[in-house]
């Protein structure tokens, strides 16, 4: 590979957000993390990075979801400044919660609050956005909430990057508390995390919002408005969360949801990147269904190669940037033995066939106001499965702004097509979230999306 291009794809993984996929397998599960599972004494290491001990689940977690297991002043990291912009305006607070997992399992969940210096200017009490990050990567010290505490780590052997700053700066320079989630696995030391999993990813995002309430010395309530922010692999908890809300959680007093890139077809999102600079998010899905599926792991041991299976092993603890560096523009199909793609593996494999399935996204209609963006160039989580999310919801009554993102091809498989959007969209959907704090009804344009792009 060209020493230019290599650098260029470094960028690239040092400013990225996030994606999805679909798929099917092998299960490599850090050793350190299986052992440790009800030991908070243990040092977890990943990649040569000590987690910290306070990602150690007890043995024993709370009865109900969204109750605090532990909570720890996180100091923002040094040097942790939007350029032209300053350093996040707030006070953070790291968190531990408890959830139930896909399979109806507690589970624990970290991430991290931060109480805002500015004042909220609206009426009633100061209200939560809960952030629901882009893609990590799938190792422990990837997690958001380490991100905050060291914005860029790089030791050699592992790059992760906080990139979610820009947003959660906005949001809290307009008085707006924000809860980020680590989601189920990622931080937490007991297991893999279940990349984009549907059930996992919106129980983590709501049970988010029940545990800032608890945070002491904190100035959100039970009373505090709540929105949703989430972009591609966000995008997908916050539409989960959207849907479940209703049945999981509706003490929480959820007023509208950003709906950002979602990759609610986990097939079709799969096609989209096999082959493109985030061929990695393949292996982090199939490693995450595997951990919550293990019914899939014989299928994966007699479908993957030696080197499909040593690339899930490795990926199982690397950073959204290392997956960009080492395995740019590969194709699953030099991860099977038949050297057939993913894709198509799961077609002749109903037992995976059917687990995919239950992954999408659309399939129930929120009974909130939902903003849903997609980039119309974008290649990577799919534009036309994203747009389709949108005519699902639509057509089961749902109240959708949907916002076609216009931009020119950035450049194939780079992950350019699938970031811009976020950038360009951002401020509008920072701006649409604080007018459902302010009252402001929300509106809908499903009428017009047939003539929509």
């Given at each position: ?15 990225v957000a ?11 599960v ?24 306070f ?15 532990r ?42 609050y ?19 990050p ?26 992760s ?15 707006v ?9 990622l931080?937490a ?7 984009v999993?549907r ?6 995002v709501?049970?988010?919002a ?5 945070i ?26 959207a ?6 959680a509706?003490?929480?007093n959820?007023?509208?949801a950003?709906?950002?890139?979602p ?5 079709a ?12 998010a ?39 940037a ?48 939902v903003?849903l ?15 389709q ?33 976020l ?31």
């Open positions: 590979m060209p020493l230019h291009t290599s650098r260029a794809m470094l960028a690239t993984a040092l400013a996030a994606v999805s996929p679909a798929a099917l397998t092998t299960l490599a850090p050793a350190a993390a299986a052992a440790n599972a009800a030991d908070n004494s243990t040092t977890v290491v990943s990649r040569g990075v000590e987690i910290p001990e990602y150690n689940p007890p043995a024993t977690l709370p009865e109900s979801d969204g109750d605090l297991v909570t720890e002043p996180l100091p923002l990291g040094i040097g942790l400044t939007i350029p032209g912009i300053g350093s996040l305006p707030g006070t953070a607070t790291r968190v531990m919660y408890k959830t139930t997992d896909n399979n109806g399992a507690p589970a624990a969940v970290t991430g991290a931060i109480e805002p210096f500015a004042a909220w200017g609206g009426t009633g009490d100061r209200p939560l956005v809960v952030v629901a882009g893609t990590m990567g799938q190792g422990d010290q990837c997690s958001a909430s380490l991100g905050l505490e060291r914005p860029i780590f790089f030791n050699g052997r592992t790059v990057v906080g990139y979610e700053d820009i947003g959660i700066y906005r949001l809290l320079a307009r008085g508390a924000v809860m980020v989630t680590d989601y189920v696995g931080g030391t007991d297991r893999l995390h279940t990349y999993d059930v996992d990813g919106g129980h983590a709501l049970d988010a029940r545990a800032a309430r608890q002491p010395d904190t100035s959100v309530t039970s009373a505090s408005r709540v929105a949703l922010y989430g972009y591609s692999q966000g995008g997908g908890a916050t539409g989960s969360a849907e479940l809300h209703p049945t999981y509706p003490d929480v959820l007023v509208g950003y709906v950002g890139a990759p609610a077809d986990l097939r999102t799969a096609r989209g990147i096999d082959g493109s600079a985030l061929v990695a393949l292996g982090w899905t199939i490693n995450g269904l595997a951990q919550s599926n293990p019914e899939l792991r014989p299928i994966l041991d007699e479908n993957l190669n030696q080197t499909g299976k040593a690339a899930l092993e490795d990926l199982s603890t690397a950073c959204v290392d997956g960009i560096v080492r395995y740019p523009f590969r194709r699953s199909s030099s991860w099977t033995v038949s050297g057939e793609s993913l894709d198509d593996v799961i077609e002749r494999e109903p037992t995976v066939e059917a687990i995919i399935a239950e992954q999408k996204i659309g399939t129930i209609a929120p009974r909130i106001p903003r963006a997609t980039g119309t160039e974008d290649d990577i989580v799919p534009h036309e499965q994203a747009r999310l949108a005519v699902d919801w639509c057509g089961q009554g749902a109240q959708v702004t949907y916002k076609a993102v216009v931009l020119p091809n950035l450049g194939d498989g780079l992950i350019t097509n699938h970031i811009t959007p950038l360009v969209d951002q401020t509008a959907a920072v701006s649409w979230i604080t007018d459902r704090f302010k009252g402001v009804a929300g509106s809908s344009n499903c009428a017009t999306l047939p003539s929509q792009p």
